[in-house]
């Protein structure tokens, strides 16, 4: 072990700074170099007011995370394999990981000398560098963040999805997107806020085999110091694979986990997938309702004639902003959560709404082409809501 040298504070001690400060301390943790000190610092604080309920990378950013990582870069050439991975769409965010915990394995130091708190101190490193390997593999691939409407989400969740739709339909916009679930919609999705989605063809993948990977991220926050992240890959080597029987085989890999474990993410993953699906097909539509929202690039970003303090205060507020896609309809239609209905006594059909669904529709010449598109709920006789019995 490496001679320790003296602990370079924040440059700005903040309460949610010294609750990360408290929080390495209690488990004897601290770094050879400063700046990396810095850095874990600052990024740990966008679980802490006023970060927490701020969109995850949001946070991330905001938090002064993103700089910080940003000039460990600069400053550590060893660490600049972790940002050229990063910022490869086709790299793999657990690889990321895996890179990133090698770094701090060669940087971080522990004081503790019972296994109980060496655990407790490796546990806090590697969930904050799997918190860090997901925020900067989505900043630095230029990742998008898509807001659904809760009006889409009342639309999208009486949708039936056909158990043998193809993967291949799925086409996320972007190689790095954070989907941001409505808080009414959270319920029905597993109580997840952020969905991430990767896009990549794995480097390491035998040719023919794996075409490309989708790999989703679902995080929740558990409490004021934990944000709980789950990872699903689906690998494709056949497009035409049903997305059911590419979850199956996902979830097969995870059999080796606890019993508690496996239970949680049974529940958690149809549930996410669901819901990630429903909103990558809309996203598909060429009559999808998509407008965008620049309100963080729009910002001004200097303040002249402020002195420091409140400039910096200005600047941090900004900070909180973000540019997003906003997605779906603002309002619900009368037709959202209508149920079907039956043959009236006369034989007659009665007036019942007919649930939306998506499906392929035949077009091109001699029918040969196939372009998805959603039929809304319909509402079916609706002549005999006027007739007077």
């Keep these: ?60 950013r905001a938090c002064g ?17 972790v940002r050229d991975m990063a910022g490869d769409p086709d790299e793999l965010v657990v690889d990321v990981q895996e890179t990133l915990n090698a770094l701090m394995q060669a940087i971080c130091r522990c004081d503790a000398t019972d296994d109980e708190t060496l655990r407790e101190a ?26 659904p409407t809760p009006a889409l989400g009342g639309l999208l969740g009486g949708v039936d999805l056909s158990l043998d739709l193809p993967i291949g ?3 996320p916009p972007a ?16 109580d997840v806020e952020s969905i991430f989605v990767f896009t990549s063809k794995p480097k390491c993948a035998e040719p023919g085999r794996v075409e490309r990977a989708i790999t989703l991220y679902a995080a929740r926050r558990k409490d004021n110091e934990v944000t709980q992240v ?12 049903a997305v059911h029987h590419l979850l199956a ?32 097909l809309y996203l598909s539509l060429d009559d999808a309702t998509i407008s965008q929202d620049r309100t963080y690039s729009n910002a001004p970003k200097t303040f002249p004639g402020l002195g420091r303090r409140k400039r910096e205060l200005r600047q941090a507020q900004i900070e909180q902003l973000y540019d997003r896609y906003i997605v779906g309809p603002t309002r619900p239609d009368d037709w959202a959560g209508a149920q079907a209905g039956e043959l009236s006594l006369d ?16 077009h091109g010449p001699q029918g040969k082409q196939r372009k998805l598109i959603f039929i809304k709920p319909t509402l079916i006789r609706a002549d005999l809501l006027g007739t007077v019995q």
Aim: glycine content about 4%; proline content about 5%.
């Design 347 to 362: 034989g007659q059909i009665s007036p019942h709404w007919r649930r939306g669904h998506f499906r392929q529709q035949v």
């Design 65 to 81: 995370g993103l700089r910080a990582w940003n000039s460990v870069f600069e400053a550590l050439p060893a660490s600049r394999s």
């Design 169 to 171: 339909l799925l086409r």
């Design 230 to 241: 789950r990872d699903l890959r689906m690998n494709i080597g056949d497009e035409t694979c």
């Design 175 to 190: 190689n790095a997107m954070c989907i941001l679930v409505p808080i009414e919609q959270r319920k029905r999705c597993a």
């Design 1 to 60: 072990m490496k001679a320790r040298t003296a602990r370079k504070q924040p440059v700005e001690i903040d309460p949610a700074c010294r609750l990360v400060q408290q929080r390495l301390d209690s488990v004897g943790l601290w770094f050879t170099e400063p700046i990396v000190h810095e850095m874990f610092v600052l990024s740990g604080r966008s679980l802490n007011e006023p970060f927490r309920n701020l969109p995850v990378p949001v946070a991330f």
């Design 249 to 280: 085989r996902a979830m097969k890999r995870r059999e080796r986990e606890s019993d508690d474990e496996y239970a949680s993410i049974q529940v958690l993953w149809p549930a996410v997938l669901d819901y990630t699906v429903k909103t990558l």
């Design 122 to 147: 490796s546990y806090y490193a590697q969930g904050r560098m799997a918190h860090a390997s997901l925020a900067l593999s989505f900043w630095l691939r230029g990742g998008t963040l898509y807001e």
